[in-house]
């Protein structure tokens, strides 16, 4: 927590910690549906057989993977309880399980297998560059193991000549590093111009498998092109939020967009006074809130109704989050610590079920 920041005692209205829904589950996480949950079920049975397949000294540490890479403190925690949305490992269950243009079993395996482990990967080498987690041989050769797989699972299906391939992703990823250094260091001011082209970047991973799936399905232009626009709403909605409720944090590692943004103020006043003076976090909660309305519209063009269910979720969620912000200051982030501690709560209950 920023020690200039006072928001632990804040207590949001009980509507708005709990957003209402037409059938309340009490058992699905926190921006979980029952309409996703299938994609959870996904995501554990390609890691199970990403496990199934090491040898016998990398099977325990692998099954946690998770809490080796700083990302809970539960041992043993299943992928699909590490995030508190379907769609960051599992987004190509949701976009090629569409109507409009259904995708092979085969496919779609091989594509939810290639992303899953293109995230993980990137996970991994990510917090272990930035020394967010020590560094143990059989970490680093988790790491190396996950990116074998997601080279073997993309080589199933056929790029031919799309310029979106794992190497253009890296690339737009280091290049979002690169920027965002450029930044936090003081040597380019930070604009909402750059914040976007960046965040954009920062998404690169996330289109290949799915983009070589929709290829090798013979989809056409037309389609691809919607399956990247709902891909990009989908990440960009997710990173615009996570930038919010995450300031705090970021702003602790002197990474926080929100601060940067801030215009120079040579009078001594709170950060949290100045981000509530200048709209900057309502202004990203609505950047959010758009980019899952983008990707709801192109869900609907796709057929994609599982995806379009939770981005129409997804674009109220944001929404009523940017009008707290709006109407009391703190209020976000209030909402982010009642949910990470029902996360936390959930992935003790499922370690233990393991």
């Not at 997601?150 to 056929?158: E, G, I, Q, T």
């Not at 000549?161 to 280091?174: E, H, I, L, M, Y």
């Not at 009523?320 to 003790?348: D, F, I, N, T």
């Amino acid at each position: 927590m920023c020690k200039d920041v006072q928001i632990s005692t804040w207590s949001a209205p009980r509507f708005f910690l709990w957003p209402r829904m037409k059938s309340p589950q009490v058992d699905t996480p926190i921006m979980m549906s029952p309409q996703t949950a299938h994609v959870a079920q996904t995501v554990d049975a390609l890691f199970d057989g990403f496990v199934a397949k090491l040898p016998r000294k990398l099977k325990a540490p692998a099954r946690d993977l998770p809490r080796r890479l700083g990302l809970t403190s539960v041992k043993n925690t299943p992928w699909s309880a590490v995030f508190s949305n379907p769609a960051v490992l599992g987004l190509p269950s949701l976009v090629l399980a569409n109507g409009r243009c259904p995708c092979s079993p085969a496919t779609l395996h091989a594509a939810a297998r290639a992303h899953l482990m293109a995230t993980i990967g990137a996970i991994g080498i990510t917090r272990i560059d930035a020394g967010q987690v020590s560094v143990t041989s059989v970490t680093a050769e988790l790491v190396s193991q996950v990116q074998r797989l997601r080279n073997a699972a993309l080589n199933h299906l056929d790029q031919g000549d799309a310029p979106v391939t794992w190497n253009w992703a890296q690339r737009q990823v280091w290049g979002a590093s690169l920027g965002e250094r450029t930044v936090f260091r003081g040597n380019e001011p930070a604009t909402w111009e750059s914040y976007r082209a960046i965040a954009l970047m920062k998404q690169g991973l996330a289109l290949p498998a799915i983009l070589a799936a929709a290829k090798a399905e013979g989809w056409s232009s037309e389609v691809q092109q919607l399956a990247g626009e709902a891909i990009r709403g989908v990440m960009l909605g997710l990173q615009y939020r996570n930038d919010v409720l995450n300031w705090c944090e970021d702003h602790v590692r002197k990474a926080s967009w929100a601060v940067a943004l801030l215009p120079p103020e040579t009078a001594e006043i709170p950060v949290e006074r100045r981000l509530a003076a200048h709209g900057v976090l309502v202004k990203m909660l609505e950047l959010s809130r758009d980019a899952f309305e983008r990707a709801n519209v192109a869900a609907a063009a796709l057929e994609a109704g599982h995806l379009a269910h939770w981005t129409a979720q997804q674009a109220s969620l944001t929404g009523g989050l940017a009008r707290m912000e709006a109407h009391c200051p703190g209020a976000a982030v209030s909402w982010s610590q009642k949910r990470r501690a029902y996360s936390e709560r959930q992935q003790s209950v499922l370690a233990a079920v393991a």
